[in-house]
């Protein structure tokens, strides 16, 4: 049985809330155990703990804010819009990224994939 669309989309935007402004142990609370993240689409599939914790353990130390413009749930998927903007200084790194992911029947991350790219990143002055 899948979890409820209300249960996946609250898991979204607290995913997003974390990313921008939460802890490693925030983001990773989020997550099933054995979850996989693929961020971006095409590296290495991420698979242990010890790898998301790695990976997430980067955003702590930035000053970020984020936002969901948009989610689209099937089943126990969801795919989504969220825009990340990452404030260095007198500019700001704003980067959109579709995330697809699927859920347990408690609407924990159990797979994470991301689609973006360099060219995804855009420089403008701090605003």
Known sequence: MAPAPDS???????????????????ILALYAPGATVEDPVGTPVRTTDEELR???????SLDQTGEVITVKIAGNTAAFLFRLVTH????DIVMEVID???????????????????????????G
């Open 100 to 126: 697809v992911m699927t859920f347990d029947d408690d609407a924990r991350i159990t797979g994470m994939k991301a689609y973006w790219n360099q060219e995804d990143m855009q420089t403008v002055p701090a």
């Open 54 to 60: 790695e990976f997430y353990s980067v955003l702590e």
């Open 8 to 26: 996946i989309r609250s898991t979204v935007e607290n995913y997003v809330r974390s990313v921008a402004k939460g802890t490693t142990d925030e």
């Open 88 to 91: 260095l200084g007198e500019q």
